[in-house]
């Protein structure tokens, strides 16, 4: 073997390398998958003013919309790999994020005197989830670059 051979075939495992990292990237940051959490969130946050029984059959809609949702993206994945701490570290800092603005909009929303502000403040936090899921891809992808790296 040559050594333009052994660039080569470097070469080549470095191009599949990227392509398989650019498939679990899209993958994972799936706009069907966004949506499936958006739902879930607004479903979640809108139950807090609900009455009892309601909120309860609200909270078990999210939590069917959540495991579904993980299931079927599981079961779909071309591309599989156990996550890295910082990916686990930063999918918690935007789940995090993501409660903070439900809250801060709950907040805003009871000073302003709604009847029903977990509705709205919700509907903010859903709408947060699908901004993250795309906004969040060249950060998921430098992540999973650099922990394939190191």
């Known amino acids: 073997m040559t050594s333009y051979d052994a660039q080569t075939a470097l070469d ?3 191009h599949r390398q990227e392509q398989t990292r650019d498939e679990y990237v899209r993958h994972v940051s ?3 998958y966004g949506l499936i959490a958006a739902l879930a969130v607004f479903a979640m946050g809108s139950s807090v003013d609900l009455p009892n029984p309601w909120s309860l059959v609200v ?3 999210a939590g069917a919309l959540i495991a ?3 299931l079927v993206q599981y079961r779909q994945a071309r591309v599989r790999r156990k996550q890295s701490r910082a990916e686990v570290l ?3 800092w935007l789940g995090a994020a993501v409660v903070a ?8 929303a009871r000073l302003i005197g709604l009847s029903i502000p977990s509705v709205p403040a919700a509907a903010v936090a859903a709408l947060a989830t699908l901004v993250a899921t795309y906004a969040t891809r060249p950060i998921v992808k430098k992540i999973i670059k650099r922990d394939d790296q190191g």
Do not use: D, E, Q, R
């Open 59 to 61: 909270k078990l809609v």
């Open 101 to 108: 603005v439900f809250i801060a909009t709950l907040i805003v």
């Open 30 to 32: 799936s706009g069907t």
């Open 12 to 14: 080549a495992i470095h």
């Open 90 to 92: 930063f999918t918690v």
């Open 68 to 70: 579904g949702g993980l």
